[in-house]
RNA sequence: GGGCCCGUGGCCAAGCCAGGAUUAAGGCGUCGGCCUGCGGAGCCGAAGAUCCCGCGUUCAAAUCGCGGCGGGCCCGCCA
């Protein structure tokens, strides 16, 4: 039983206390600030002081003398500290209690209830013409640790990734290729989907500047969506080798896909048009008649209370040459993703992925796809796209979304680059001096999640090798790798989502601090006693932990379901992030302070590794980083 | 013009949504210690903070409200 179980338990018992005494007020607990102090407070009588008009610490005392301390196992005693009624746990009991738990659970050490859902979550979606960037890398990261972490709470989660194969980057591409004859075979040693960036940047500008070519364009763009033309296969061709790229990158960070939805497929389905069907019969978009927008359908925003400040709200869905905006089709994918449109996408398997599971894509001619429906669906995109996120929210209402379903846009800030790394880059030396630089596929201007795998592999590399040199080539390669993603995953997953992460070359090398490879050498040299101990405990029924380093290593490994009750409300990966940082800094000092192997073994101490292993492993599961027993 | 987000030691940053009790975590950098002892990718210690400013709510504000200031973003027949 852990902090999130007691606390509960004393919420309870303070909630009889107070019934008892006529008094009705919500129990708040928390923490102390210091361990002496206690180790579960709860404020309740400071809530009581002003209805009341006493001093907190007599109602403190009138609280404490009714609560039933027997109902509380582990809890030693009650204290009254200035009007805070602390619980101080039985140094015996609570260690006991918390240890037998993680070494019975194991795997599921730190799971809370819930009530499962089937959740859908979106994520990556970068367009299929580049390569993965550091910016659509914490997208996939946050993504892949959502579902991970969702996953691990019971639900039933299918994570897609949607691929934007009929918008205008991939137009610009297949005009370029297509029409002005650029050769599809990138120069040797770059990626096609490091070529199709390149190619992009240099096109989209060509294009846009050429009025015969952006007729052009919008021409390719009306035969992708229409499909069953040799523009449209030659675009899908394009678009799927990209794909095959970034997957592959995805893959190298350990992130995994179920399902691959083309924004063609949403079109050729059919779920574009039930959708706008479903809009106009509930009179919600209309044809523009004048103005900038004469000939596009709209939809109508400008009463809704969400839009009222945007200068124009309405929104084009279809533009007036006939094609589809990302909003329209995103409205249309929106409601399949929520079951709440009849037609089905048709899918087949398409790649095996190093995980073993083949990956489905939506295809032209595969099989209908059953799918119910999700009851939660998370589309992780970053925060310029809010507005038409909620254009999607407020459209899939209109057609009917149910109260019991949810769309839920998780919005994250993007990735920009340092001053000095945007200027090393590019050899522009007037970026050096910018605090920020932002990316831009446009201006070729993008630090690709390839390039920087490479560059903290060598630093890992070389530092692996310096431990290990006896090792063989192939080992020292594994294990890098597992160091290296384990590092960029840390680092794009431990800062709050709301700020902006600005990179730097020189950061995202450093092995040491608050890193990914720091958990693993803590995770790693915990394995250590395990080996060289030689024994096994699966419980304990005495500790005696008279060091406050066992103490508060015993704390962190129990507040672990506290932790996870608490991000599975705000969805705040960076939170179990924080929370694996405290706890490897818990066993570090413990490890200073702590010999489990002396004249014989400590069983306590050795339980209480395991224990820690355990927890951590766990949480390395969520956020994706590889546990290794030797680095 | 309107809206959203951020503002915590030289730099990065946790805590803020669910207000409390202390020296306001931690990391980088700086300075000083610790390996014949379970792995020094570590540990211990030192210096370093008007929690952007003002007003308000409250017994209590880094945390809540209002008003400023500074930075970023959004308001496209791009996605």
């Known amino acids: ?11 309870i018992q303070v909630g009889e206390a107070l019934g008892k005494l006529g008094y009705y007020v919500e129990v708040r607990v928390e923490e102390p600030p210091i361990p002496e102090l206690g180790d579960i407070a709860t404020p309740v009588a400071f809530d009581l002081a002003k209805e009341l008009r006493r001093k907190p610490s007599e109602i403190a005392e009138e609280i404490i003398r009714e609560i039933d301390v027997s109902k509380l196992e582990v809890v030693h005693h009650v204290s009254n500290v200035n009007g805070f009624i602390n619980f101080h746990m039985d140094p015996v009991k609570y260690p006991v209690a918390i240890i037998n738990e993680v070494l019975s659970k194991r795997g599921d050490y730190g799971k809370i209830p819930i009530v499962r859902k089937r959740i859908l979550i979106e994520h990556t979606n970068s367009n299929p013409n580049k390569a993965l960037h550091i910016g659509t890398l914490r997208n996939a990261v946050i993504g892949d640790s959502l579902a991970r972490f969702l996953k691990f709470l019971g639900h039933e989660v299918l994570v897609v990734n949607y691929i934007d194969d009929s918008g205008s980057q991939v137009a610009d591409n297949t005009v370029a290729h297509y029409f002005m004859k650029v050769p599809t075979k990138p120069p040797e040693g770059l990626k096609f989907d490091e070529y199709s960036g390149k190619v992009y940047a240099e096109y989209n500008e060509k294009i846009s500047r050429d009025e015969e070519l952006k007729r052009l364009k919008s021409e390719v763009i009306r035969k992708i969506e229409e499909g069953g033309n040799e523009i449209a296969e030659f675009a899908r061709r394009l678009s799927e080798e990209v794909v095959k790229c970034q997957l592959e990158t995805a893959w190298d960070f350990g992130i995994f896909y179920d399902l691959l939805n083309w924004e063609t497929d949403v079109i050729r389905s059919g779920i574009f048009q039930w959708a706008m069907k479903e809009l106009e019969k509930r009179g919600e978009v209309y044809v523009e008649e004048e103005g900038v927008n004469k000939g596009c359908l709209m939809i109508k925003l400008r009463d809704v209370e969400e839009f009222k400040n945007l ?17 329209g089709k995103d409205i249309a994918y929106a409601s399949w993703k929520l079951g709440l449109t009849p037609r089905k996408f048709k899918v087949k398997e398409w790649i095996q992925q190093p995980n073993g599971k083949t990956i489905l894509t939506t295809h032209e001619y595969g099989e209908d796809y059953e799918f119910p429906g999700a009851d939660i669906a998370i589309t992780v995109v970053d925060k310029r796209q809010e507005y038409p996120q909620m254009v999607v929210k407020h459209a899939l209402k209109k057609i009917g979304m149910p109260p019991s379903k949810e769309y839920h846009p998780y919005l994250y800030e993007v990735v920009a680059l340092s001053g000095e790394t945007a200027s090393e880059m590019t050899s522009l030396e007037e970026l050096k001096s910018r605090k920020v630089v932002h990316m831009s596929g446009r201006r070729g201007l993008v630090f690709n999640a390839n390039d920087l795998l490479k560059t903290v592999f060598q630093k890992v ?22 160091l290296s993603t384990a590092s ?33 050498y803590t995770y790693a040299r915990a394995c250590r006693i395990i080996e060289k101990a030689g024994v096994d405990v699966d419980s304990v029924n005495e500790v005696s932990f008279e060091t406050p380093e066992e103490q508060d290593l015993v704390k962190q490994i129990g507040k672990f379901s506290w932790v996870l009750n608490t991000a599975s409300k705000t969805l705040a990966m960076n939170t179990i992030a924080v929370y694996m940082r405290h706890l490897a800094d818990s066993f570090n000092s413990f490890y200073e302070k702590c010999p489990v192997i002396t004249d014989g073994i400590r069983r306590d101490r050795f339980a209480l590794v395991k224990s820690f292993l355990i927890t951590m492993g766990n949480a390395f599961d969520i956020i994706g980083i590889e546990k290794l027993s030797i680095i």
């Not at 590399?461 to 790798?481: G, L, Q």
């Not at 997953?493 to 040491?512: C, G, H, P, Q, S």
Request: with cysteine; glycine share 4%; proline share 4%.
């Open 1 to 11: 039983m852990g902090f999130l179980e007691e606390a509960e338990k004393i919420r």
């Open 461 to 482: 590399y070389e530092e692996t090798k310096k431990r290990h040199p006896e090792e063989s080539e192939e080992w020292i390669r594994k294990v890098s790798m597992c």
């Open 311 to 327: 200068k124009a709200p309405d929104e084009v869905l279809i533009r007036s040459d006939g094609t589809a905006t990302y909003v």
């Open 488 to 520: 960029v995953r840390y680092s794009l997953i431990k800062t709050d989502r709301n700020n902006l992460i600005v990179f730097d070359v020189k950061d995202a090398v450093r092995l040491e601090g608050d890193t990914g490879p720091y958990l693993q």
